[in-house]
T-cell receptor, first 118, second 116 residues
Framework: DTAVSQTPKYLVTQMGNDKSIKCEQN?????MYWYKQDSKKFLKIMFS???????INETVPNRFSPKSPDKAHLNLHINSLELGDSAVYFC?????????????????FGSGTQLSVL | AQKITQTQPGMFVQEKEAVTLDCTYD???????LFWYKQPSSGEMIFLIY??????QNATEGRYSLNFQKARKSANLVISASQLGDSAMYFC?????????????FGKGNQVVVIP
C-alpha cells in the first residue's frame, strides 16, 4: 500500500483555471506538508498542518489554499492559475511535526504532481 | 539567506567507485537535524540517512554514510560502491529546533550519474 498518495500525477490546465491536488497518508502521521519543486529542482515548503491545524504558512500567494478535513488528508486548491505556478508539487507527512526527535522526523513524500499551466 | 549549500556541478562516477556529495549548512541553533534524500528520474523523494547535531558518531545506512564535521558545518554524503541505480539528484536538508516544527530546508541538490 502506498504510504503517501497524491492525485493527480499530471495536471495540465489553462491559465485562470482553478484546480485541486489531493493527498492522503495511511501512516498515522500527525503532520502533513506541501512542497513546491521548481524547474531548477529547488524544493520549498509551502504549508504544514498538524492534526488539521495550520502551523506553517510560507509566503505563498493566497490563491493557494490548503484544506485538511482530517489528519490523514491535506488537499491543495489553487485559484486563478498562472504560468509561474507550473512546477512539481509534493505532499509529505511526518510522525510528529512539533518536536525534534531524530530520524523519526523524516518526511515521507508522495510521488509528486506535475502541474503545467498553459 | 541560503541555509543549505550544495554547490557541486553534475558528477559522473564510475560504477563500484565511491562518491562524496558536499553539503554545508548555516544555523545558530545548537539543536538541529540533517537529512539526505535521493530523487531518481522517476521523481519520488527517497529518504537516505539522518544525522542529529548531538550525535557523537557519523551516521551510516548500508552503502550510505555521513561525514559530519560540526565545527565546519558540513554534512557530506558518501556513497560507497556506486551502482547504476544510484544515478539521481541528491538533496541535503536541515531542520532546526528553534522553529519547533518540522520545517525542512533543502539545498539545491547534486546530480550524480553512475557510468558502467
Amino acid at each position: 500500500d502506498t504510504a503517501v498518495s497524491q492525485t493527480p500525477k499530471y495536471l495540465v490546465t489553462q491559465m485562470g483555471n482553478d484546480k485541486s491536488i489531493k493527498c492522503e497518508q495511511n501512516l498515522g502521521h500527525d503532520t502533513m506538508y506541501w512542497y513546491k519543486q521548481d524547474s531548477k529542482k529547488f524544493l520549498k515548503i509551502m504549508f504544514s498542518y498538524n492534526n488539521k491545524e495550520l502551523i506553517i504558512n510560507e509566503t505563498v500567494p493566497n490563491r493557494f489554499s490548503p484544506k485538511s478535513p482530517d489528519k490523514a488528508h491535506l488537499n491543495l486548491h489553487i485559484n486563478s492559475l498562472e504560468l509561474g505556478d507550473s512546477a512539481v508539487y509534493f505532499c509529505a507527512s511526518s510522525q510528529d511535526g512539533l518536536g525534534l526527535t531524530g530520524a523519526k522526523e523524516k518526511l515521507f513524500f508522495g510521488s509528486g504532481t506535475q502541474l503545467s499551466v498553459l | 539567506a541560503q541555509k543549505i549549500t550544495q554547490t557541486q556541478p553534475g558528477m559522473f562516477v564510475q560504477e563500484k567507485e565511491a562518491v562524496t556529495l558536499d553539503c554545508t549548512y548555516d544555523t545558530s541553533d545548537p539543536s538541529y537535524g540533517l537529512f539526505w534524500y535521493k530523487q531518481p528520474s522517476s521523481g519520488e523523494m527517497i529518504f537516505l540517512i539522518y544525522q542529529g547535531s548531538y550525535d557523537q558518531q557519523n551516521a551510516t545506512e548500508g552503502r550510505y554514510s555521513l561525514n559530519f564535521q560540526k565545527a565546519r558545518k558540513s554534512a557530506n554524503l558518501v556513497i560507497s560502491a556506486s551502482q547504476l541505480g544510484d544515478s539521481a539528484m541528491y538533496f541535503c536538508a536541515m531542520r532546526e529546533q528553534r522553529y519547533g516544527n518540522n520545517r525542512l530546508a533543502f539545498g539545491k541538490g547534486n546530480q550524480v550519474v553512475v557510468i558502467p
